[in-house]
């Protein structure tokens, strides 16, 4: 009894001081009467009820490797008194799908819970190495990529307004308001979409204001008057 009392502490040796003297009606007579008094204090009387419902909503998790799941596998189903002939399937139907494809081929052949951990945990490593040197690959794909072809700036590109158009009155006309006409000449087709003169390419009057073509005009039927009167006979 001292032993017992000796080995507890903090809580568990007040519940025992408490009957412990020896003075006291009701003191205990042995360790084991000792031992059972704590037991009535700590021992969850559901423990196993507890432990059935952990086990029956146990799933292994995406990012846990199978080793970990497999410890809480077998804890809970310890706890839970789960039987040996129910564990082989109960295991499969816990684990991951993609574990579950992988084991899929050779679980018809594995009848023992100890050959469906070793497949399973095999398997779980090998799928891990496969995924990170996919990922891996894709990583570096994605900087190669990034690296080689830069994504440009996007540039806006403003249109360039075309200079007013005057009529023959001296009015400038805004150019969308001014109907082009097509020529076959890819010479005049060019100056009227610029609104330019025929006569000589300048902006802001057409060929019939121009003064200076109405001059030269001018000039050529005068010269061509005299030439006409140098070959009248005498």
């Known amino acids: 009894m001292a032993y017992v009392f000796g080995r507890t502490g903090g809580d568990a040796q007040t519940h025992l001081r408490a ?23 700590y021992k ?3 423990r196993v009820q507890n432990a059935q ?22 804890h809970l189903a310890g706890q ?12 499969f139907d816990k684990l991951t799908v993609s574990l579950q494809r992988a084991v899929l081929p ?20 090998g799928l891990r190495r496969i995924k990170a040197r996919a990922e891996k690959t894709r ?10 072809a830069p ?3 996007q540039q806006t590109v403003r249109p360039v307004p075309s200079p007013p158009v005057k009529t023959r009155k001296g009015s400038p006309v805004a150019p969308s308001l001014y109907k082009r006409l097509s020529y076959d000449d ?3 087709q060019a100056l009227s979409n610029q609104g330019a003169c025929f006569a000589y390419g300048q902006v802001g009057h057409f060929a019939t204001d121009c003064l200076s073509a109405n001059t030269k005009k001018a000039d050529i039927g005068l010269v061509q008057e005299t030439e006409d009167l140098g070959k009248e006979e005498p």
């Open 19 to 41: 009957r412990y003297a020896e003075e006291l009606a009701d003191s205990f007579t042995s360790d084991a009467e000792m031992v059972a008094h704590l037991a009535s204090i």
């Open 44 to 46: 969850d009387p559901f």
């Open 53 to 74: 419902l952990d086990y029956k909503s146990l799933m292994m998790k995406t990012s846990e490797t199978f080793t970990s799941f497999q410890t809480r596998f077998l």
């Open 80 to 91: 839970a008194r789960i039987p040996a002939d129910d564990l082989v399937l109960d295991l």
């Open 106 to 125: 050779t679980y018809p052949t594995l009848q023992a819970l100890p050959e469906l951990m070793r497949q399973c945990q095999a398997l779980d490593q």
């Open 139 to 148: 990583a570096e794909g994605a900087a190669y990529g990034r690296a080689v």
């Open 151 to 153: 994504t440009a700036p």
């Open 186 to 188: 890819p010479q005049k």
